[in-house]
């Protein structure tokens, strides 16, 4: 399999990584996903790759917590149908290979040394002062002085009002103004029977959303293993059975 050559061979050659750009390109896809547990990297815009994961099913394609998804053209498969020990195994040699940015070891922005439980992972707080209420060193308890103080002041006619007020939600309003959305560059997509909405046509799509006149009164949840649709009992296409599969 070409993606040996990664693991094997070495995987900061940059034309490695452009061969493996463009057959993940051709061959996967949120709509053709790889097989079993695999291992992903996302890709800068100059094809070095800061974030290497694994996954399974639609993981290197959804919305990652810490890290952000590159285009759909920025994300390569290394190495597919593995097992979930393979893959953490894989994944480590990948991270120790490249670097991490937060350890000055490397390239890349991933935050633990992967493997089950990310071992490594440095504490978000570290470094930093976290003073307490009042800036007092953190866990430092108020005198009695200061408690009443508090309490007297909370206690004030409207305290606790102004946390609903439109002046508040006006001021938070303006303060994100002008500031980049997750729907930035985002469309709707339909292929006459699916939506899809993202940043990349995916092929065989069209521009916008279905129109649709039909109520969902009486519509029940069927499966064909892959994905889950909803038909009124008798008109499911031939495949489908009653019920949802979990996804996760």
Request: some cysteine.
């Amino acid at each position: 399999m070409i993606n040996k050559s990664v693991v094997h061979g070495n995987p900061t050659s940059p034309t490695t990584l452009m061969l493996l750009r463009s057959i993940s390109m051709n061959i996967y896809s949120i709509y053709n996903l790889p097989t079993g547990f695999y291992v992903y990297a996302y890709l800068r815009n100059d094809n070095t790759p800061y974030y290497i994961g694994k996954g399974k099913a639609k993981r290197a394609w959804q919305i990652h917590e810490n890290i952000k998804r590159p285009p759909y053209n920025k994300i390569v498969i290394i190495e597919q149908s593995l097992t979930e020990i393979g893959a953490f195994a894989i994944e480590r040699k990948m991270i120790k290979w490249y670097g991490r940015k937060d350890l000055g070891t490397g390239i890349l922005r991933n935050k633990t040394d992967g493997g089950e439980g990310g071992e490594n992972k440095i504490p978000w707080n570290k470094g930093l002062s976290l003073p307490g209420q009042g800036g007092r060193k953190k866990g430092t308890k108020w005198s009695e002085e200061e408690r009443r103080t508090q309490e007297l002041v909370r206690a004030q006619s409207g305290y606790y009002d102004y946390l609903s007020s439109k002046d508040r939600a006006l001021k938070i309003s303006k303060s994100q103004k002008g500031k980049i959305g997750t729907s930035l560059g985002k469309k709707w997509y339909n292929d006459g029977i699916k939506e899809y909405y993202g940043d990349i046509i995916p092929l065989g799509y069209n521009s916008g959303r279905l129109i649709t006149n039909v109520s969902k009164i009486g519509m029940c949840w069927f499966n064909n293993g892959k994905e889950n649709r909803q038909f009124r009992i008798g008109s499911e296409p031939k495949g489908y059975a009653r019920g949802r599969i979990n996804k996760k």
